[in-house]
Each structure stands twice: as C-alpha cells, then as structure tokens.
C-alpha cells in the first residue's frame, strides 16, 4: 500500500474534519467537557473540535499535511510555528483507524518534524489527553519526552 504525505488543500477539509471526529472520540477535551457540563450553546463536542480545524488552517495553512493512498484521505497532522520562540507545535493528528498501527502516526509526527527543522527551528511540542493511550505510546517513541501536565476545569455559566 503506497501512502503518499503532501501539503493539505482546501478540498481536503471535509475529509480531514470527518477523520477528526473517527478518530477524536473518546480523547478529545471537548467531549470531556461535555460528558461534564452536558451540551452546551447548542452545539456538541463534534462541532467544536471540528473547528479546530478551521483555527488550524487559519494560523498556519501551510503547516497542515495530509497521507493520501490512492485518492483517500488516511491521515493528516497540523502545526503552528513560533518562529521567534524556535517552536514548532503539532497541534492536531489523526490516522484512520483502518490504517493504524502500521507507522503512519510516526512517519506524519517525522514529516512535521521535518518541516520544524527546515524551518530552523529548536524545538518541538505535542500534547495528548492522559486517557489516549495511542499518544500516550507514540509520542515517546518519537523521540518527545514528557515535561509537564496539566489538568482542565470547566463550569457553566448559565
């Protein structure tokens, strides 16, 4: 199976949001919240981390790659870069469940890598929830290390 990794277009986006959510349920802060608040301003954890997406795209269009096999979309990984800080941030990454566990998590987070290196720059970040475990193996495995952990609270307000 020859899986190619390329620079995400706009045509890519529905695709990527739909992956987002395959691949998100269970680990995404978003869906916590909700498990927590309930639904909230009418729109569910689906939504909102959807438009993570969008925020993705509008910070750093450029930053954002997709692995295509034949003419399907199977994976994808964001980033931002804080060039005067010399960081560079995964900030999203999805493979499709189908094609998990065959090393394309790894060679996305490398081809990102990659990029921050090209880009001259120091260092790199990734985050995961503490009950993804996929994250939780992978990210180590590349090389990150854990430095810090950081707990969310979230209240109503209405």
């Known amino acids: 199976m020859d899986i190619q990794i390329r620079c995400g277009q706009k045509a890519d986006l529905q695709a990527i949001k739909s992956l987002t959510i395959a ?8 869906q916590d919240v909700e498990r927590s608040l309930g639904v909230l301003n009418g729109r569910d954890w689906r939504w909102r981390k959807m438009r993570h997406i969008d925020d993705d795209v509008a910070a750093h269009a450029e930053g954002l790659f997709v692995a295509v096999c034949d003419t399907t979309l199977v994976g994808y990984v964001s980033t931002r870069i804080d060039a005067e800080a010399g960081k560079g941030r995964i900030v999203n990454l999805a493979v499709d469940p189908q ?6 998590g790894r060679r996305l987070i490398e081809f990102a890598l990659d990029y921050f290196r090209a880009a001259g720059l120091s260092y790199a970040v990734i985050e995961t929830m503490a009950q993804n475990p ?3 193996h992978l990210y180590p495995a590349c090389g990150f290390q854990e430095v810090a952990r950081q707990v969310h609270y979230a209240q109503r307000l209405d």
């Open 134 to 136: 996929i994250g939780q």
């Open 99 to 104: 094609h998990q566990g065959a090393g394309l």
């Open 23 to 30: 691949c998100f349920e269970g680990v995404s802060l978003e």
